[in-house]
């Protein structure tokens, strides 16, 4: 036995389940010792409980199999960062000195195969399409990818009537900081156009039984549309939290850490105040009129589709596949469905059903029915295109024809099918547009809107099932039903029209 340092030690201590060659048991490592083989008896009784402990070496035991990854712990996600969040002039920097310590040039394998490597990169032309103008109280212009939004108001601010504060983290926040965070969060979102009536109540509650506390407050205000959350860093309680307030009683909830309550800092209340104004129907920001892509003279709709698989070594839990669809001529709402559907698979299976259902959202807003479609599907491979060309094409196609009458065939865009005739110019417009309009920042992101958002609702509904598959072996006992109860989101539910999903981690710091 060799002595195991901290982190070495928490790592073993919480994830590691192992099985011995002569017994069936599994046994979870509950602790390391430092102490050598040839100081421990074998096996040993615990002074203060007098159970027995079984020690081993670690030569003697093999990992059990199907165990859940847990997430990094932040200063490892931190650490991995750091390695590669490179900028590029310092990853080719990097990669030339990689070649020159290889010596590629001289290299008698690479010789003997007949291949060479070239020091230089190869050069590509490109293209840098001017960012597009952005709408709020007025336009602004992004300048690399940011655009500032000091004395704007959002181009829709949301007006919350019924609201509550809960606070499970009475340890770290009273009710004082509520208040105060309360009243510069009041003030802040007036200030962007928001409109907040005061709290119909604050209350500390304890952290058993929150099932109940929620539905208690539904019953207590049958009008209530948002409820804040203090929470800890990290904490078990977001999942359940999550779960009940999209699936069980359809209201938004909106989770915070402690530091955001009590620090009060205005750059990221104003984080906040994004999150909640797009959750609660309003709008940040559009596309300007002089930037506004030529589709959007048409009804359009846009469409965003990913499915979002188990972690590594997982081998029980369902996929997640989501799709979202604009709902207003801006582009900036979105419906939602998702569907659990079988373990690792990335052809979407209820596509047909999914796109049916959103374009018929779609109507019910806009009284009339899409006279385009634009599809950005995330997360296929290139060996999968002939497949979501046979199977995914055709499911949207079904869709449309089913008794919706004057709908025009879906654009795919990688592009795998386009039957708009769009130029590609149009399509790098429009693509490069989508980017500005993602709700949680003032930044441009790396993919178009509807895929992300579509990525968070199936993240999402992975979260909703989390308890159900928490334990080593939980699958026991879980049905089909269970799973879609918990993750199923279709336009018979209220909550379908809103974007609660918006963010992936919403315990802001």
């Known amino acids: 036995m060799a002595s195991v340092c901290g982190d070495k030690r928490r790592a073993l201590t919480d994830l590691i389940c192992v099985t011995f060659s002569h017994v069936s048991h599994v046994y979870k490592i509950i602790s390391i010792t430092e102490r050598g083989a040839n100081r421990q008896t074998f096996p040993c009784k615990d002074q203060k409980t007098g159970l027995t402990k079984y020690i081993t070496v670690v030569d003697y035991f093999k990992i059990a199999s199907a165990q859940k990854v847990k997430k990094l712990a932040d200063q490892e996600i931190a650490h991995f960062l750091r390695v590669a969040a490179v900028a590029p002039a310092e990853r080719r920097k990097q ?11 001289e290299d008698s394998m690479l010789k003997s195969l007949g291949l060479t490597i070239e020091k230089n990169p190869l050069k590509i032309a490109g293209r840098v399409l001017p960012p597009p103008l952005l709408h709020l109280s007025h336009m602004v212009e992004p300048h690399d990818g940011m655009w500032d939004v000091r004395g704007c108001r959002f181009f829709q601010g949301a007006l919350i009537r019924s609201w509550i504060v809960v606070n499970y983290n009475t340890e770290r926040v009273s009710l004082s900081h509520i208040r105060t965070f309360i009243e510069h969060l009041l003030r802040l979102g007036k200030g962007y156009g928001m409109e907040f009536n005061d709290p119909m109540t604050i209350q500390d509650m304890p952290r058993a039984r929150i099932e109940e506390h929620f539905i208690y407050f539904k019953r207590m205000f049958p009008d209530l549309q948002l409820i804040i959350v203090v929470l800890d860093k990290n904490d078990e309680l977001y999942g359940r939290l999550k779960k009940i307030g999209d699936i069980d009683i359809g209201v938004i909830t ?36 002089p930037s506004s892509p030529a589709i959007f003279n048409h009804s359009v709709m846009i469409m965003g589709a990913d499915v ?73 491979s290139e060996s999968e295109f002939i497949t979501v060309l046979l199977h995914e094409v055709k499911s949207i196609r079904q869709a449309c024809a089913e008794g919706i009458q004057g709908t025009t065939r879906p654009t795919h865009y990688h592009v795998l099918w386009d039957d708009n005739n769009m130029a590609m110019d149009e399509l790098e417009t429009l693509t490069y547009s989508m980017c500005h309009l993602y709700s949680r920042c003032n930044k441009a992101v790396s993919l178009p809107t509807p895929a992300y958002y579509a990525h968070l609702a199936a993240f999402r509904a992975k979260v909703h099932i989390s308890d159900l598959f928490d334990q080593y072996d939980g699958s026991e006992g879980v049905t089909k039903e269970d799973i879609m109860n918990a993750a199923r989101m279709d336009n018979s539910h209220p909550l379908s029209y809103t974007m609660y999903y918006s963010t992936e981690t919403e315990l802001s710091s």
């Open 95 to 105: 990669i030339c000195k990689l070649y020159d310590q290889n010596n590629f040039s």
């Open 254 to 289: 909106q989770c915070l850490q402690a530091s955001t309550v009590r620090l009060c800092k205005e750059s990221t209340m104003f984080g906040v105040l994004l999150k909640i104004n797009a959750k609660m129907g309003g709008i940040n920001n559009v596309i300007a009129n």
């Open 308 to 380: 979002n698989h188990p972690s590594a070594g997982d081998g029980i839990s369902p996929s997640m596949a989501a799709c979202v669809a604009s709902l207003d001529r801006h582009a900036s709402m979105y419906a939602v469905e998702v569907m659990p559907q079988d373990h690792r698979v990335e052809i979407i299976q209820d596509l047909k059903q999914m796109v049916k259902n959103l374009i018929m959202s779609h109507r019910k807003v806009q009284r009339r029915w899409p006279d385009k479609i634009v599809m950005y599907r995330d997360g296929v």
